[in-house]
Protein backbone atom coordinates (compact mmCIF):
# COMPACT_ATOMS: atom_id res chain seq x y z
CA UNK A 1 0.00 0.00 0.00
CA UNK A 2 1.05 3.31 -0.17
CA UNK A 3 1.66 5.70 2.48
CA UNK A 4 -0.76 8.81 2.96
CA UNK A 5 2.88 10.94 1.59
CA UNK A 6 2.90 8.85 -1.53
CA UNK A 7 -0.90 9.84 -1.78
CA UNK A 8 -1.01 12.92 -0.85
CA UNK A 9 2.22 13.72 -3.26
CA UNK A 10 -0.41 12.16 -5.45
CA UNK A 11 -3.36 14.85 -5.11
CA UNK A 12 -0.87 17.09 -5.02
CA UNK A 13 0.53 16.12 -8.43
CA UNK A 14 -3.21 15.66 -9.89
CA UNK A 15 -4.17 19.03 -8.42
CA UNK A 16 -1.41 20.78 -10.32
CA UNK A 17 -2.06 19.11 -13.32
CA UNK A 18 -5.61 20.05 -13.28
CA UNK A 19 -4.87 23.38 -11.82
CA UNK A 20 -2.70 23.90 -14.62
CA UNK A 21 -5.47 22.72 -17.46
CA UNK A 22 -7.58 25.34 -15.75
CA UNK A 23 -5.36 27.91 -16.32
CA UNK A 24 -4.89 27.16 -19.57
CA UNK A 25 -8.13 27.16 -20.21
CA UNK A 26 -8.64 30.25 -18.87
CA UNK A 27 -5.87 31.29 -20.95
CA UNK A 28 -7.34 30.05 -23.76
CA UNK A 29 -10.32 32.13 -23.21
CA UNK A 30 -8.10 35.19 -22.70
CA UNK A 31 -6.56 34.68 -25.87
CA UNK A 32 -9.84 33.72 -27.81
CA UNK A 33 -11.24 36.89 -26.40
CA UNK A 34 -8.64 39.01 -26.97
CA UNK A 35 -8.13 37.68 -30.53
CA UNK A 36 -11.91 38.86 -30.98
CA UNK A 37 -11.90 41.72 -29.61
CA UNK A 38 -8.50 42.83 -32.14
CA UNK A 39 -10.04 41.67 -35.01
CA UNK A 40 -13.21 43.40 -34.14
CA UNK A 41 -10.76 46.63 -33.77
CA UNK A 42 -8.85 45.50 -37.28
CA UNK A 43 -12.26 45.32 -39.01
CA UNK A 44 -13.46 48.41 -37.82
CA UNK A 45 -10.14 50.51 -38.42
CA UNK A 46 -10.46 48.74 -41.95
CA UNK A 47 -14.58 49.45 -42.25
CA UNK A 48 -12.84 53.47 -41.35
CA UNK A 49 -10.17 53.45 -43.59
CA UNK A 50 -12.64 52.52 -46.42
CA UNK A 51 -15.21 54.92 -45.31
CA UNK A 52 -12.21 57.53 -45.44
CA UNK A 53 -10.40 56.78 -48.81
CA UNK A 54 -13.93 56.48 -50.08
CA UNK A 55 -14.88 60.55 -48.65
CA UNK A 56 -11.29 61.16 -49.86
CA UNK A 57 -11.79 59.95 -53.44
CA UNK A 58 -15.08 61.44 -53.20
CA UNK A 59 -13.49 64.74 -52.47
CA UNK A 60 -10.19 64.61 -55.02
CA UNK A 61 -13.26 63.14 -57.62
CA UNK A 62 -14.81 66.61 -56.71
CA UNK A 63 -11.65 68.80 -56.97
CA UNK A 64 -10.75 67.41 -60.12
CA UNK A 65 -14.30 67.75 -61.99
CA UNK A 66 -13.84 71.59 -60.33
CA UNK A 67 -10.07 71.85 -62.01
CA UNK A 68 -11.35 70.72 -65.54
CA UNK A 69 -14.50 72.61 -65.59
CA UNK A 70 -12.44 75.83 -64.47
CA UNK A 71 -9.79 74.94 -67.17
CA UNK A 72 -13.00 74.57 -69.88
CA UNK A 73 -14.06 77.75 -68.41
CA UNK A 74 -10.90 79.25 -68.81
CA UNK A 75 -9.87 78.21 -72.38
CA UNK A 76 -13.68 79.28 -73.08
CA UNK A 77 -12.52 82.79 -72.31
CA UNK A 78 -9.28 82.48 -73.89
CA UNK A 79 -11.02 81.53 -77.04
CA UNK A 80 -13.83 84.07 -76.62
CA UNK A 81 -10.89 87.07 -75.95
CA UNK A 82 -8.81 85.16 -79.38
CA UNK A 83 -11.98 85.11 -81.71
CA UNK A 84 -12.17 88.82 -80.31
CA UNK A 85 -8.94 89.88 -81.40
CA UNK A 86 -8.67 87.94 -84.63
CA UNK A 87 -12.07 89.92 -85.31
CA UNK A 88 -11.03 93.28 -84.47
CA UNK A 89 -7.52 92.41 -86.04
CA UNK A 90 -9.72 91.37 -89.32
CA UNK A 91 -11.61 94.53 -89.08
CA UNK A 92 -8.41 96.62 -88.70
CA UNK A 93 -6.97 94.87 -91.82
CA UNK A 94 -10.05 95.30 -93.70
CA UNK A 95 -9.91 99.10 -92.78
CA UNK A 96 -6.25 99.88 -93.93
CA UNK A 97 -6.63 97.64 -96.80
CA UNK A 98 -9.89 99.83 -97.67
CA UNK A 99 -7.89 102.58 -97.02
CA UNK A 100 -4.81 101.82 -98.87
CA UNK A 101 -7.08 101.05 -102.33
CA UNK A 102 -8.92 104.46 -102.15
CA UNK A 103 -5.27 106.19 -101.52
CA UNK A 104 -4.55 103.97 -104.44
CA UNK A 105 -7.29 105.54 -106.26
CA UNK A 106 -6.92 108.76 -105.05
CA UNK A 107 -3.70 108.85 -106.69
CA UNK A 108 -4.49 107.08 -110.21
CA UNK A 109 -7.30 109.55 -110.69
CA UNK A 110 -4.83 112.76 -110.09
CA UNK A 111 -2.46 110.53 -111.95
CA UNK A 112 -4.59 110.66 -114.81
CA UNK A 113 -5.95 114.01 -114.51
CA UNK A 114 -2.35 115.24 -114.68
CA UNK A 115 -1.84 112.46 -118.17
CA UNK A 116 -5.02 114.13 -119.47
CA UNK A 117 -3.96 117.37 -118.61
CA UNK A 118 -0.31 116.53 -120.11
CA UNK A 119 -1.72 114.66 -123.52
CA UNK A 120 -4.26 117.62 -123.88
CA UNK A 121 -1.24 120.34 -123.53
CA UNK A 122 0.46 117.89 -126.14
CA UNK A 123 -2.62 117.38 -128.50
CA UNK A 124 -2.96 121.34 -128.23
CA UNK A 125 0.99 121.96 -128.97
CA UNK A 126 0.38 119.37 -132.00
CA UNK A 127 -3.05 121.02 -133.40
CA UNK A 128 -1.04 124.57 -133.03
CA UNK A 129 2.33 123.07 -134.74
CA UNK A 130 -0.20 121.38 -137.24
CA UNK A 131 -1.57 124.59 -137.77
CA UNK A 132 1.75 126.14 -138.28
CA UNK A 133 2.78 123.63 -140.53
CA UNK A 134 -0.54 124.19 -142.38
CA UNK A 135 -0.22 127.62 -143.01
CA UNK A 136 3.67 127.24 -144.16
CA UNK A 137 2.41 124.75 -146.44
CA UNK A 138 -0.15 126.61 -147.62
CA UNK A 139 2.01 129.94 -147.69
CA UNK A 140 4.90 127.98 -149.58
CA UNK A 141 1.71 126.99 -152.08
CA UNK A 142 0.57 129.92 -152.53
CA UNK A 143 4.13 131.24 -152.79
CA UNK A 144 4.91 128.16 -155.62
CA UNK A 145 1.21 128.87 -157.36
CA UNK A 146 2.40 132.40 -157.93
CA UNK A 147 5.76 131.81 -158.83
CA UNK A 148 4.16 129.48 -161.23
CA UNK A 149 1.67 131.86 -162.29
CA UNK A 150 4.22 134.42 -162.70
CA UNK A 151 6.36 132.04 -164.57
CA UNK A 152 3.08 130.96 -167.22
CA UNK A 153 2.29 134.32 -167.51
CA UNK A 154 6.29 135.40 -168.46
CA UNK A 155 5.72 132.36 -170.81
CA UNK A 156 2.58 133.65 -172.33
CA UNK A 157 4.31 136.68 -172.76
CA UNK A 158 7.45 135.62 -174.00
CA UNK A 159 5.29 133.18 -176.82
CA UNK A 160 3.09 135.26 -177.17
Not at 35 to 43: C, G, K, Q, T, Y
Not at 67 to 74: G, N, P, Q, Y
Amino acid sequence: MTTVEERLSRLEGVYDHLATRADLEALRGDIEKSDAALRSDFEKSIEALRNDMEKSDAALRSDFEKSIEALRSDMERADAALRSDMEKADAALRSTFEKSIEALRSDMERHNAALRGDFEKAIEALRADTARAEARMLKWTMGAIIAVTALLGGIIALTG
